[in-house]
Structures are given as structure tokens and as C-alpha cells.
């Protein structure tokens, strides 16, 4: 029997750096990554269940539909949480952020999951237990729960939340290459890694409301473990600069690639230029953290 529906926006996540500190005796990596919402969503409805079935639609005909997909588990660990093992739901996404492009997509839709499963059975569960919940299903999830802006620390489960960065256009493109959050882990060297993001810099940089200050400081520690170098990055980050970006960025694991800007005008140039060569190439405007 259906009951009701809910309808979330699942937001795209930025990294406005990221660095790796650690690595962790769970195989796991301690992270230090100031983290972006932005307003690039995929929809996500889901409609209560009186059985326990969990099913799913979407608009991209290659994303599983079982218990693969982190929506099906992020369902199914939100009734197991709640206690309501003989409820399930249906799930629709219309995806619109690009798949394994390091803009948290999946982690987002999961969180979007557990944010309507918890409005539709009356809130049982608290902001830090939804976050907590989330992080037992993926590293990014925490943060997507809320978003906003934020320091994410740890495996990315420990979140501060900091000021909202000022007014700005991120201009997004994705390279046809996917890349592997797991391979690009294994292939860091910690040893290696000469450069840090200034962290605190940029913490600054927010609470000053200096857009320049923060993104002279855009730095991703992953940029330099590529495999194979693509030129695909560095061609996006030169044309987002030379199309007036106060810096540009590749985004957690790749391989999507933003730059910010502080004129809608040269956003929009920049976004047409890019849609000449890449088929997924977005303008978006920072997203507030949600209330919850
Ligand atoms: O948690 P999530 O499923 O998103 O992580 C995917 C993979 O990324 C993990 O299996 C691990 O290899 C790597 N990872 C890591 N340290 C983190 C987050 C992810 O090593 N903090």
C-alpha cells in the first residue's frame, strides 16, 4: 500500500580543497577538505511503503537498481535504524550530475534518501544520527545530509560547519575519463605529497568574506596522483582562467573540474566555450546549508 511522497534535491558537492593526512589502520584516509554545496541537484522522490520492498527509478538506464545502488542501501539502513523493518519504499532519481565525477552525486542522492524517509515517518531521527547513519554508508554522506559549507575531517564524518562562501559562479566541467576513487587512494604516496592546501588560509578567507583569498588558495593533493596525467584537466583549469576565473579546480577524485567566478557574465562565456568539447558542463551558484 502506498502512503505518501516526498520530493528532496540531492545537491552537488565541490571541493574547495582537499588534502589527505593520514593513512588510517581501517584502510581508510584522515582528510582535511573544505567542502561546497552547489545548486546542480539530481530529484529525488520517494514514496513510502507499507511492505518491505525497496525499488528504484532513474533517467540513466546503466545505474544498478538493486542493492548496489546507495540509494537501495541508504533505504534500507534508514528502516533498520528507525526500527521499521516492515516498511520500504519507491525511490525516483532524475540524475543530472555527472556519475564518478567527484561532485558527491551518488553520496547526495543517499543523503537526499535519508533526509525524506526520515520527513515522511515523522523524524525520528536527529541531524547527527542521520549524519552518522550516512557515514556508515559512505565517506562523503555526512556532509551531503546538511551541506552548506563545511571542514570535513576524518574519513569525512567529522564536519565543522563554517561560513557561507560569499557570492560567486562555478563554472563545472567533466572530461570524458572517469577516474576511481579507490585506484587514485592507492596510488597517493603520503611520503610523496610536497604540497598542502592552506586550510586555515581559506578558513580565514571565509570568515573575512575575501572570494580572491579563497581561491588563490583552491588546492586538491589528488590533482597529482593521476593517472597518466590526463591533459584534460589542466586544459579546462587554463580555458576556466583565461576566461577570467578567480582559480580553478579539480573536485575530490576527479575528474570534474570548476572554477569560480565573481562575474555571471564571464561564467556563462566560459560555460559555452567548454560546452563546445565537453558534453557535461554546468553553471551553478553556491547552494546554503539545509535546516534540518
Ligand atoms: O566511503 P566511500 O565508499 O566513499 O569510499 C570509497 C573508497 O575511497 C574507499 O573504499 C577507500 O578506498 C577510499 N577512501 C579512503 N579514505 C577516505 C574516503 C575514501 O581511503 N576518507
Known sequence: MRISTVTEKAYAKLNISLDVTARRPDGYHDMRMVMQTV?????????????SSVSVGTNLHYLPRDDRNIAVKAAKAFFAKAGMTNHGADIGIVKRIPVCAGMG??????????????????????LRELE???GSLGSDIPFCIAGGTALAEGRGEILTQLPQIPDCFFVIAKPRFSVSTPELFSRLDLCSIKYHPDTQGIINSLKSRDLKGICLRLYNVFENVLP????????????????GALGALMTGTGSAVFGIFDSEDKAIAARSYLALQYSDVFLAKPQNRLEI
Open 39 to 51: 545548486s546542480l541537484c539530481d530529484d529525488i522522490s520517494v514514496t513510502l511503503r507499507s511492505d
Open 105 to 126: 552525486g551518488g553520496s547526495s542522492d543517499g543523503a537526499a534518501v535519508l533526509r525524506a524517509l526520515n520527513s515522511l515517518t515523522g523524524n525520528p531521527l536527529t
Open 132 to 134: 552518522d547513519l550516512g
Open 228 to 243: 597518466a596525467k590526463p591533459d584534460d584537466i589542466p586544459s579546462i583549469k587554463n580555458t576556466l582562467l583565461d576566461f
